[in-house]
């Protein structure tokens, strides 16, 4: 399940960008997620197959850093300017804690799998 970088007859890919558009890290146009946070198959443009694509909990723990940060720090400086009631809090904070959540998952594991890709990055190995 190693990726074959056989780019031959593609133009160079922008991973990142790819990444975060969601688009094959092969070809730039396939969609790279069948859903909204499983990965397709195999790219319905040039058919890279993508079972090489194992993200594995990185996006998960840059998704908890990055958001936890920014949810936590608006969380403490509304409570310290505005002193609002703790329903007030709820409402406010899990609604957006899911939301940018969600949308910090797909862009993130997009990235990390078009990397994945661009780097030749496969599983460890002992050479015997």
Same mark, same amino acid.
Request: a neutral charge.
């Given at each position: 399940?190693?990726?074959?970088?056989?780019?031959?007859?593609?133009?160079?890919?922008?991973?990142?960008?790819? #990444? &975060?558009?969601?688009?094959?890290?092969?070809? !730039?146009? +396939?969609?790279?997620?069948?859903?909204? %946070?499983? =990965?397709?198959?195999?790219?319905?443009?040039? #058919? &890279?197959?993508?079972?090489?694509?194992?993200? !594995?909990? +990185?996006?998960?723990?840059?998704?908890? %850093?990055? =958001?936890?940060?920014?949810?936590?720090?608006?969380? &403490?400086?509304?409570?310290?300017?505005?002193?609002?009631?703790?329903?007030?809090?709820?409402?406010?904070?899990?609604?957006?804690?899911?939301?940018?959540?969600?949308?910090?998952?797909?862009?993130?594991?997009?990235?990390?799998?078009?990397?994945?890709?661009?780097?030749?990055?496969?599983?460890?190995?002992?050479?015997?």
């Amino acid at each position: 399940m190693t990726a074959v970088n056989d780019n031959k007859g593609y133009p160079p890919i922008e991973p990142i960008a790819a #990444g &975060l558009k969601g688009r094959c890290p092969r070809c !730039g146009k +396939g969609r790279l997620f069948s859903g909204l %946070l499983s =990965i397709a198959p195999d790219c319905d443009e040039c #058919g &890279l197959d993508y079972s090489f694509a194992d993200a !594995g909990d +990185g996006p998960a723990v840059f998704v908890i %850093l990055i =958001i936890g940060f920014i949810v936590v720090g608006l969380a &403490l400086w509304t409570e310290v300017s505005f002193n609002p009631p703790l329903w007030l809090h709820f409402m406010l904070w899990i609604p957006l804690t899911l939301v940018l959540s969600l949308g910090g998952l797909r862009l993130i594991k997009g990235v990390l799998v078009t990397l994945q890709y661009a780097n030749k990055a496969a599983e460890g190995r002992l050479d015997r």
